[in-house]
Nanobody, 122 residues
Framework: QVQLVESGGGLAQPGDSLRLSCAAS????????MGWFRQAPGKERVFVAA????????HYADSVRGRFTISGNDDRNKVDLQMNSLKLEDTALYYC???????????????WGQGTSVTVSS
């Protein structure tokens, strides 16, 4: 059983910063990418940021580029999302995800955390 556990969510004001963390645990885990999605109330879940372990490359949604930074640890089992200059529209439930190749098949983002809530309010 592989588990992804998010932490760091909370209440913030516009312009504030929050740092989210996602830790993978359980059975031996080997992913090629981890990332973050978010889902605002009444909205569809959308991509936020991704971290590819090979080359340690990053990708961001246009809405957060320049404000959010994703990073990964050396053991390839933890990613953080540093969120700066928060806006009201950043309010959402943030989900950690991991992509892995299992039994020779690319499963994509097949592992998900339970989510951590971020509320930006003035």
């Amino acid at each position: 059983q592989v588990q992804l556990v998010e932490s760091g969510g909370g209440l913030a004001q516009p312009g504030d910063s929050l740092r989210l963390s996602c830790a993978a645990s359980g059975r031996p885990f080997s992913s090629y990418a981890m990332g973050w999605f978010r889902q605002a109330p009444g909205k569809e879940r959308v991509f936020v940021a991704a971290f590819n372990w090979n080359g340690r490359t990053t990708h961001y949604a246009d809405s957060v580029r320049g404000r959010f930074t994703i990073s990964g640890n050396d053991d390839r089992n933890k990613v953080d999302l540093q969120m700066n200059s928060l806006k009201l529209e950043d309010t959402a439930l943030y989900y950690c995800t991991a992509a892995a190749i299992v039994d020779g098949i690319d499963r994509g983002y097949d592992y998900w955390g339970q989510g951590t809530s971020v509320t930006v309010s003035s």
